[in-house]
C-alpha cells in the first residue's frame, strides 16, 4: 500500500457523496470566512471615520496679539476640521448640548474649543502670565474605546499644526526683536563712544575740579587763618571802639562848655589887641619924638667934630686924611647921647609892642574863629561820641559775627578738605568710568555684531525652524498600505491555523483500515495526513487568491507569499494532524490551546516583545509568529533574508507533525479496550 494510495482512499471517502462534498467545500471556505470577511471588514476603518458624527462647540472670541494682528485661533481650528473631512463634524451651540449627545451616543465624541483659546495662543507673546490654550475633549468608551485613541491622535495633530503655526507666528516676533536689539545695540555702540569721549572729557574735568578743590581746600586753610586773624582784630577793635566811645563821651562833657569859653576868649582877645594897638600907637609916638631929639644932637656934635679937624688941620696937628679917618670913624661910632639907651629901649619896646598888638590882633581873630567854629566842634565831638558808641556796637556784633564766620570758615576748610577728597576720588572714578566707557563701546559693538540681525527670508526659515524645531523624517523600508494591509500577515496566518484545525473535525486523522495493514508507519502517518495537505493547500491559496484578487493586498512579491502560505498550510496540518492522532480527541483541545498561546505570543497586533515574558518562549517554540513576520517581509517589501530560515523553520515544524503521527500509527497498532470504546469523543 502507498503513501498515495492511503490519501486518494481518505478523500474518496471524504466526496463520496454530495454531503461530504458540500462540507469538505464548506471547511475550504473556513479560512475565507474568518481571514478574508475580517479583512474586509476591517481594511480602511480611518479613511470611513468621516461616516462617524463629532460634536464642535466653538466658543473662542479671539484675541489680539502685542503686534495688533487679531487672531481667529479657534474658528480657524474648526474651519480646518470641517473642511478635513476627517470625521462629520456637527457644530452645536454649548458645551452641554455636546456633552448631552456623547452621553446619549448621539455624537461618538466632542470637541470643545474654549472662549480664551486665542487669549492664551497669544499670551507668551506678550512675557505676561502666559497660559496654555486648551482643547477639551469629552469621549465616551461606552461608544467605542478604540475611538478615544483616534481621538486622541486627532487632537495630537490639531495640537501639534496650531502649536506650530502659533510657534512660528511668535518665533517671527522674536527674531523681529533681534533685529530690533541688533540696531539698537549699534546705536548704543555709538551712543557708548559718545559716552566713552564724554566721560574722557569728564576726567579731564575732574582733573581740573581736582586741583581747583586743592587750591580751594588751600585757600579755605588760608581764609580760616585770615579769620582767625580777623576775629582777634574784630575783638581788638571792639575793645578799641569801646575805649574811644568812653574817651569821646567824657570829651563831649569836658568840651560841652567850650564855646561859650571860646567866645569869652574871642572877646577878652579883642581887648588885648584894641588895648596893644592904643599902647603901640602911643609908644610909636613917644618913640618918634626921642629919635628926632637925638639926631638933632648927633648932628650938632658931628658939626663939632668938623669943626675941630679943621683946626686941628689948620694947625697942623691933623692930615686931612687922618681929619677925614677920625669922621669916618666919628660917622661910624657916633657918640650916644645920654637918652640914646632909653630910645633904643623905647624902639624896641614899641617893636615888640607892635608885634604884639599884630599878634594879640591875630588871637583875637583867631579866637573870633575859634569861638564860631567851636559850635561846629562840639556838635562834631558829640556826633563822635554817637558814633563811637555806634562804632563799639558794631565792633561787638562784628566780633561775635566774626566768630561766626571763623566757624564757617572751619567748616568751609573741613568740607573743602572733604571736597577735595571726593575730588580725587572723582577723578579715579572717572579714570575708570572712562575705561569701563571705552570698553561698553568696544564689547556693545562686538555683542551687536554677535546678536542676528535676520531678514525677511531667513526670519521666516528660522521661525518654521523654532515653532517646529524637530521634524521627523519617515523612511519607510517596508509599509503596510492600510490598516487591513497591516492586519493581514496575522490574519491569514490565524485563518490558515483555523482552516485546518476545521479540518480535524470532519476528516480522520489515521484510517482504521491502514492501520490493520502491514504498511510500514511513516507511510500511514504520511498518507494520513496527506489529504489535510491537500484541502489546506486550497485552502491557502484559495485565500491567497481573494485577498490579493479580491481585496487588493498586491504584496510586493505575490508569488513567494502564495508559496509561503503553502508551506504554512504544510507545517500547520503537519502538526495539527500529528498532535490529534497521537492524543485522540484530548488532541482537539490541545491544538485549542496552541491557537490561544500563537494568538497573544505571534505579535501580531502589538509586538511580542511587549508581551510578558513567559510568551516570550512560546514566540520563540511556535510557528504562527514565523509565518506572521515572512508575510510581513513579502507583503510589505521588505529584506527578504528572513523567508529562507522560516521556510526551513516550517519543514522543520512539518518533520515533527509527521513524526508525531508516524508515532501515533506505531502507537494505534495495537488495540485496545480503549480503542474499542474510548472515554471521550469529541
Excluded at 94 to 102: F, P, R, S, Y
Amino acid at each position: 500500500m502507498t503513501v498515495l494510495r492511503l490519501a486518494r482512499s481518505e478523500l474518496k471517502r471524504m466526496t463520496g457523496g454530495l454531503l461530504p462534498k458540500l462540507t469538505i467545500l464548506a471547511l475550504t471556505m473556513v479560512p475565507l470566512l474568518y481571514g478574508a470577511v475580517y479583512l474586509y471588514a476591517n481594511w480602511d476603518p480611518y479613511g470611513k471615520l468621516n461616516q462617524i458624527d463629532a460634536a464642535l462647540v466653538v466658543e473662542d472670541t479671539g484675541a489680539t496679539s502685542a503686534d495688533g494682528t487679531r487672531l481667529e485661533a479657534g474658528q480657524k481650528v474648526a474651519e480646518s476640521l470641517t473642511d478635513g473631512h476627517v470625521f462629520n463634524w456637527q457644530t452645536v451651540s454649548g458645551t452641554e448640548e455636546a456633552d448631552q449627545g456623547v452621553s446619549t451616543g448621539k455624537y461618538a465624541f466632542a470637541l470643545k474649543i474654549p472662549k480664551d483659546f486665542s487669549a492664551n495662543l497669544v499670551s507668551p507673546g506678550s512675557f505676561d502670565a502666559a497660559n496654555q490654550a486648551m482643547l477639551n475633549v469629552t469621549t465616551n468608551d461606552a461608544n467605542n474605546y478604540l475611538l478615544s485613541t483616534i481621538v486622541d491622535k486627532l487632537t495630537t495633530a490639531v495640537h501639534t499644526t496650531v502649536a506650530t503655526e502659533v510657534g512660528e507666528e511668535t518665533a517671527n516676533q522674536l527674531l523681529t526683536g533681534f533685529g530690533t536689539i541688533h540696531s539698537q545695540m549699534l546705536k548704543a555702540s555709538d551712543g557708548a563712544g559718545k559716552l566713552a569721549d564724554g566721560v574722557a572729557s569728564l576726567h579731564d574735568g575732574t582733573v581740573t575740579l581736582h586741583q581747583g578743590t586743592s587750591d580751594l581746600k588751600n585757600g579755605a586753610a588760608e581764609l580760616y587763618s585770615g579769620q582767625l586773624k580777623l576775629r582777634d582784630g574784630a575783638n581788638s577793635l571792639s575793645t578799641g571802639a569801646a575805649q574811644l566811645s568812653g574817651g569821646l563821651t567824657q570829651l563831649k562833657d569836658k568840651t560841652a562848655t567850650l564855646p561859650a569859653d571860646t567866645r569869652a576868649l574871642a572877646d577878652g582877645a579883642a581887648q588885648v589887641a584894641a588895648g596893644n594897638a592904643a599902647l603901640n600907637s602911643k609908644v610909636q609916638g613917644l618913640a618918634g619924638q626921642l629919635a628926632g631929639s637925638e639926631q638933632a644932637a648927633a648932628q650938632a656934635q658931628r658939626s663939632r667934630v668938623v669943626a675941630a679937624n679943621s683946626r686941628l688941620v689948620a694947625a697942623g696937628t691933623l692930615t686931612p686924611a687922618q681929619a677925614d679917618a677920625i669922621l669916618a670913624d666919628f660917622d661910624a661910632h657916633p657918640a650916644a647921647p645920654a637918652s640914646t639907651g632909653a630910645a633904643a629901649s623905647l624902639t624896641t619896646a614899641a617893636a615888640q609892642i607892635q608885634q604884639l598888638a599884630d599878634g594879640s590882633a591875630g588871637v583875637s581873630s583867631g579866637a573870633a574863629r575859634l569861638a564860631g567854629a567851636t559850635p561846629a566842634l562840639a556838635g562834631a565831638i558829640s556826633q563822635a561820641s554817637t558814633g563811637a558808641d555806634q562804632l563799639a556796637g558794631g565792633a561787638a556784633t562784628l566780633a561775635a559775627g566774626q566768630q561766626g564766620a571763623l566757624d564757617g570758615a572751619a567748616k568751609l576748610s573741613e568740607g573743602a578738605q572733604k571736597l577735595d577728597d571726593g575730588a580725587a576720588q572723582l577723578e579715579s572714578g572717572a579714570a575708570t568710568a572712562s575705561d569701563g566707557a571705552g570698553t561698553l563701546a568696544a564689547e556693545l559693538a562686538k555683542g551687536a555684531g554677535q546678536v542676528p540681525n535676520p531678514d525677511d527670508t531667513q526670519k521666516n526659515s528660522l521661525a518654521k525652524v523654532m515653532a517646529d524645531p524637530v521634524a521627523v523624517s519617515n523612511i519607510s523600508q517596508a509599509k503596510a498600505g492600510s490598516y487591513g494591509a497591516g492586519l493581514a500577515p496575522f490574519f491569514l496566518t490565524l485563518a490558515l491555523w483555523i482552516g485546518v484545525f476545521m479540518l480535524i473535525q470532519a476528516m480522520r486523522p489515521i484510517t482504521q483500515r491502514a492501520l490493520a495493514s502491514n504498511a510500514p508507519a511513516w507511510k500511514i502517518a504520511v498518507g494520513g495526513w496527506l489529504p489535510f495537505l491537500a484541502v489546506s493547500a486550497v485552502q491557502a491559496s484559495l485565500l491567497t487568491l481573494v485577498v490579493d484578487v479580491g481585496l487588493g493586498l498586491n504584496p510586493a512579491h505575490p508569488w513567494l507569499m502564495w508559496f509561503l502560505m503553502l508551506a504554512a498550510a504544510m507545517a500547520f496540518s503537519a502538526i495539527i494532524q500529528g498532535v490529534v492522532a497521537l492524543l485522540g480527541s484530548p488532541g482537539k483541545l490541545v491544538v485549542l490551546i496552541l491557537l490561544v498561546l500563537q494568538l497573544v505570543s505571534s505579535g501580531g497586533t502589538f509586538p511580542w516583545q511587549t508581551t510578558p515574558q513567559p510568551l516570550h518562549v512560546v514566540h520563540q517554540l511556535l510557528p504562527m509568529g514565523y509565518v506572521v513576520n515572512g508575510m510581513r517581509h513579502l507583503i510589505y517589501g521588505a529584506d527578504l533574508a528572513v523567508i529562507l530560515p522560516t521556510m526551513l523553520g516550517l519543514l522543520g515544524y512539518t518533520v515533527l507533525g509527521t513524526a508525531m503521527s508516524t508515532l501515533a500509527v506505531r502507537k494505534h497498532k495495537y488495540w485496545t479496550l480503549k480503542t474499542l470504546k474510548p472515554e471521550i469523543t469529541v
